[in-house]
């Protein structure tokens, strides 16, 4: 008996696997990361130089003057990026460290950044949390430089003589606005310091992310909340889009067209079945009051400057205005 009793077991003795050495995992190449880092650091602050009047192409020792906006930009991207890298390594998802996309210095110098899930979130609550990490990160890094760069922002006249870039007002920037100038005169306006201008930048860059469409963080939010019903809310976000960018701002098409490449659907997770619940279906319906404190409908227009005709001649009427050494001017 004994001797029938230990063959089954030698019969289905697991056998070790050796494997060849060509199907090793390759070891992660930071130094890509880095160059890309860095690089789009140097064209950000190519950007914030720009911006503040100065011309580093002629003398490269004036980027420093696009240091603060670069410095300041960077960081809530790379925060925003960390928090998804941190909770995709908390729940065992294999994931990149973050890549970094520059862009010309004539617009804004990057492209934002990204990092790759090399495989599955385990499931639909693993999803929410490596989604949802990274806007809140960025949100709460770009609170921080709003309110410290709106400390030293000024309050300026309009130059209605002049075209003017247009930089739409979400209900948060507003309400910061309010809070730290109070209701502002007519002809004048807020010119944001470098810090508030990429606090500015982080809140949009959040608010694109947030869309929920595709493999977007609003995606894998809206998925790990409604599972397969996501595909309605993407499509409803998609036809959302067009509308805007048909009366509000051309840059929305863009949106439109992006989510077509990449799909607009969600693939699922391991274990797809298992729901979310508690604090974060809670979080998750925070995460999408949020997303409406930040949006900004028509984000960037430009003002025309108003018409002087020839033989005609354009009175200015000037009041001393409720800032010091800045009169308000109103054409009459």
Known sequence: MSSHSEQPFELYRPVPVVRPAAVKKSQPRRWIHLILFLVTFATVALNGALNEGVDPFSEWGAIRAGFPFAITLMSILLVHELGHYTLARYHDVDATLP?????????????????????????????????????????????????????????????????????????????????????????????????????????????????????????????????????????????????????????????????MLIGLDHPPTIEDWVPIRGWRRVGGWLTAGMFVLIFMPNPISQRDPLPVFEGERTHVRCEQGEFPRQPLCVWS
Not at 233 to 239: C, D, E, L, N, Y
């Open 99 to 259: 890549y970094f996309i520059p862009a010309p210095p004539f617009f804004v110098g990057t492209f934002g950044a990204f990092i790759r899930m090399r495989s599955l979130p385990p499931g639909r609550p693993a999803l929410f949390d490596v989604g949802a990490a990274g806007p809140w990160a960025g949100f709460i890094a770009s609170l921080v430089a709003l309110a410290v760069g709106l400390h030293y922002s000024e309050v300026r006249p309009i130059p209605f003589t002049e075209p003017v870039m247009w930089f739409g007002d979400s209900l948060l920037t507003s309400g910061f606005v309010y809070l730290m100038f109070g209701s502002l005169p007519e002809g004048m306006t807020v010119y944001f310091h470098p810090v508030a201008f990429a606090a500015w930048v982080g809140l949009f860059v959040t608010v694109l992310n947030l869309l929920p469409m595709g493999q977007l963080d609003g995606g894998h939010i809206a998925y790990a909340m409604f599972g397969r019903r996501h595909r309605f809310i993407a499509r409803g976000t998609w036809v959302l889009m067009v509308l805007l960018g048909y009366y509000q701002w051309p840059g929305w098409f863009v949106w439109a067209i992006f989510p």
